[in-house]
């Protein structure tokens, strides 16, 4: 989630709990959701262009090089020839523009599931859209686990540049997509996905490790640095059929060295050599520190219950998550600060410390209260947090001796309010203000 406050976007998310990225923002430039995901993007102050999906930024202009070229050559490079390279993922066109300069490449399959993403680079970010149009390029837009499955022995490279494992994402972090990986490449054929942070994700780097090498011959993590990523760091998970990854096994041309700004011959040795703490354990590839929950992702680490206090930037989150969020809040944004405090019973859930969602209860404190403001983010819902809220707020209520409790149901709700006990008011509608009347028929008042 993220939440923009006095120009500031901050990234907050439960995979880095208790700390958020900030970047200073200029202006949002565009802002749309498609059938996938909420995508915006930004001008920033100092790093040009902003991509952010789902509230999860993806890019800078002044930083994305680093991460493209990375997850491009290091594989590229380790093959002695690939000739048939997969991409999976990348809307911006930024792996495609890293890939097309390896004149050894004669083919590159593209599965990519949205086309507003690619839209937005193409119109956007053209320095990274340029490697759409390379003739070698052959786009299929759909599900990218789907396509890995019924491509056998096809690619002698795969790069999966997948979003972080929250949601729909989680399934490319786990066994069965790292097996179809393995089935899709050819003889000798190297695979590199997104290997996250190995300071704040460290159970889903363990977790990544682990099964690449339970599969494969070859396998080695190795890591670049990207100021905008959390961490200022992220991983690439590498594993192979034969060949060596942790050096280059061609040279490059002088012509194509000159082009680049991150990869180089030695950059390629030298991003394997990991921190002492990364090695120290019994395991060489991977972290000693103990896991915190699930693997990769949200699992059942999330606790409902009712607070006296909560962080505004949080709260704030939600309620932009929530499509709830007016331009005039970002004005005056004090309201944040006393919303717990007035109400009469307040329930948040955590996943790890970071708030994941909540409802709240007013009251006259002596008969009657009404739920409102519910809200899960939407990578969390149907997972029956919403129903441990509701139960939350009227334990507290309950507990006040509150015995009228009433709420209205948005539409498509009312099956679930209804199996937690709520029933309809018959003979009672609701209504909205939407502003005084020139006049009143005082008539008819009750």
């Known amino acids: 989630m993220n939440t923009i406050m006095n120009g500031w976007f901050s990234e907050i998310c439960p995979m880095w709990p208790g700390m958020a990225l900030s970047v200073e923002i200029e202006e949002l430039i565009y802002s749309k959701k498609s059938k996938f ?32 070229e ?22 911006d066109g930024g792996i495609l523009r890293e890939v097309a300069r390896h004149d050894c490449v004669g083919q590159i399959d593209w599965c990519e599931i949205d086309p507003a993403v690619i839209e937005v680079a193409r119109r956007f970010l053209p320095t990274m859209a340029k490697g759409f149009d390379d003739p070698r390029v052959r786009l299929h837009m759909e599900d990218g686990k789907k396509f890995v499955d019924d491509h056998k022995q096809s690619y002698d490279v795969i ?20 097996k179809a990986l393995k089935a899709s490449l050819k003889q000798g054929g190297i695979v590199a996905t997104q290997g996250e942070s190995f300071f704040i994700h460290t159970e889903c780097v363990n977790n990544l490790t682990t099964i690449t090498r339970q599969l494969f011959p070859v396998q080695a993590y190795s890591y670049m640095l990207v100021p905008s990523y959390p961490g200022g760091h992220l991983g690439i998970c590498l594993a192979s059929l034969g060949p060596e990854v942790k050096k280059p096994a061609r040279p490059i041309s002088t012509g194509m060295q000159q082009t680049l700004d991150y990869y180089s011959p030695e950059i390629h040795q030298a991003s394997f050599v990991l921190p002492h703490f990364m090695t120290k354990g019994s395991n060489p590839d991977i972290s000693p520190f103990p896991a915190k929950g699930e693997p990769c992702g949200q699992g ?27 331009k005039e809040y970002d004005s005056d944004t004090s309201f944040l600060d006393t919303l717990v405090a007035g109400s009469t019973c307040f329930a948040a859930a955590f996943d790890r410390g970071t708030m994941v969602g909540m409802g709240r209860a007013l009251s006259d404190g002596v ?44 539409p498509g709700n009312q099956g679930f309010y209804a199996g937690m006990g709520f029933k309809p008011m018959e003979g009672h509608t609701p209504f909205v203000f939407k502003g005084a009347p020139e006049q009143i028929d005082h008539g008819s008042e009750e």
């Open 70 to 91: 990375m997850m491009t050559h290091v594989p590229l490079f380790a093959h002695p020839n690939p000739e048939r390279v997969l991409v999976v993922g990348g809307g």
């Open 159 to 178: 790069i999966v540049d997948s979003s972080d494992p929250i949601g729909p994402g989680k399934a490319l972090f786990e066994l069965p997509f790292y």
């Open 37 to 68: 995901q909420q995508i915006d993007l930004y001008m920033t102050k100092t790093y040009g262009k902003m991509l952010v999906l789902d509230n999860i930024i993806q890019l800078t202009e002044r930083d994305e090089f680093a991460y493209h």
């Open 300 to 326: 059942s680490s999330v606790e409902v219950k009712i607070v006296q206090s909560a962080n505004p930037l949080e709260i704030m989150a939600l309620y932009r998550d929530a499509g709830w969020w007016k």
């Open 367 to 410: 008969s009657d209260a009404y739920i409102q403001d519910m809200v899960i983010l939407r990578q969390y819902r149907k997972q029956g947090i919403g129903r441990r809220i509701i139960q939350a707020l009227i334990h507290c209520l309950t507990e006040k001796k509150i015995d009228w409790i009433g709420l209205i149901a948005t």
